[in-house]
């Protein structure tokens, strides 16, 4: 019943051959171009110039590349340790069910389809040092010397953006382990609660193994997600105060469109590039290990 | 759950519902003031409702900024959905030699930071001249989206029994009118996950717009957004009716198919 010879090859390339186009176009030949690119110094609109690795060793040498891997690091972290131990909490409260469940996981849910434009442009309204809702809340509460220009400070501008990171997603791991976890049987838990079990035991001998596969792919979502973060940063801080908030992706989108440095921006994608898929390889085999111990 | 537990776990859950919700609460009560009283009264009411706010920001490019952002992701989506399902039956129903390496690699292709694309294909599209067309638009977002949504269909189609392909081949169909006929039919449940999936990242992508495009007739919400707020800088009352604007039409979207939405913009953290 399979077709043979030319009618075969017509077939694939009927059903398979827009999908490979667009595929190998926009994402695989880039990818190569944006590798040889990096070996050039070129502004995108004169001759290129081939410097070898030149690029390569202006970047192990940038401070300011440093700085923006620091924060995708820390933003990266912070990700992980807020949003997913957050999510997974709340999970675990709405399935006890009580009354109204349903109606905070919808409210939870909501940032998650929002763009980033509007909670960036939102929050940066909230943050705003003279008329913004954070300051006047804690003028009110007397708390005068907490107020602070949240997104203009070195200190404080890549938390502010952080936490608005974290407000947005939390609510979309809610309902990922809310989905895993009711994949596990009633009787199951019913079962440990007649035995005597408490309830911390249930959620840490019980819901959180069953769950481990689900808990690792989220980590990983959430790494990779995380690491090449770029558009509250740009929006909210443009990667400012003097470099405090600037991560990867932010830093080179500003090398490559507004300097204008094709050559270097495309060296900072590849590095993004190679470090993302590294550390996915790194944390696939590391929490692979996980879901053996535990299955 | 008695006693304390349940009170403890009920703040908690209030907790987190004001921190998520007030925000949009604030936004829309500011978007009724005058932008004097937004200064001057951050928390209360308005003491005069001013509905004009919400007429000047429509007028002021919102309305196109959003028109543009529907075809945009219109027409993204149904090529999406074509290509990907094509693609995702053939490799289910004529599986060859390094059809799983190829599977393999769509989904290497999620792994893949659209950053380390945006130089290339900015001199890509300015060589081909469709820099600041919709073709800049429109094939990034079905490459960028198609990796999930060929696992997805993949999946799908993998899940139906043989017989139907044979039951169809009997009745004299070929592989074209077999796909057409009857199982893009079929497909119905995952095309609406992966619509509501693409719908939601194409509608609230922000780089493609600040790198592919310059004129106001592609301009999307979210960059349109920016325009808006860099045009409208002091006005913040103005501005917060902007928000109030594109926000209402997803909220109002979400309360009719929220189990769908839920489901469909976390199918790519929950199939591994």
New interface residues.
Partial sequence: MHEKGLKRFAGGMFFMGPALLIFIGIIIIPILMSMYYSLFQWDGISQKIFTSMDNYSRLLKDPVLWISLKNSVWLTIGALIIQLPVGLMFAIILGYKLRGSNFFKSIYFTPVMLSTAVLGILWSQIYDPNFGLLNEMLNSLGLQSWTRAWLGEESTALLSVIAVVAWQYIGFYIIVYVGALQGISDEVLEAARVEGASEWRIIFNIQIPLIWPTITFTVLNCVINSLKYFDLIYIMTGGGPNNSSEVIASYMMKNAFRLMDFGYGSTISTFLLLFGLALAFIISTVLGQGNKKFS | ?KGI??IV??V??FV??V???Y??V??TI?AFKDNKE??AN??GLPSVWKFSNFADAWNQGISSYLFNSLYITFFSVVGLL???T??G???SV?PFRGSKLLLG??FL????????????????ANATGTYDTFWSLF??Y???N??IA?FLSYNFFTAIPKDLE?AA?MDGCG??QT?FRVYFPLAKPILATVTILSF?NI??D??FPL?MVSKESLKT???G??MF?GNFSAN?SL??AA?VI??AP??IL?TFL?KY???G??A???K?
């Fill in positions: 759950m537990g349940r776990l009920y908690l859950l987190q519902l921190i998520t919700g925000p949009f604030w936004m500011s937004y200064f951050p928390w074509l290509v990907a094509l693609i039956y053939y490799l004529r690699a769509f292709g999620m792994l893949i930071p659209i950053h380390s694309t945006l130089i290339p294909l900015f001199t890509i094939f990034p079905i490459a960028f198609l990796p060929v044979e081949v592989i074209y796909f939601f509608m609230n922000f780089v790198v919400l979210p960059l957004l920016m707020k913040y501005i917060s928000l594109t926000t997803i909220i979400y929220q939405i839920q489901k913009v976390t790519g953290a929950v591994g």
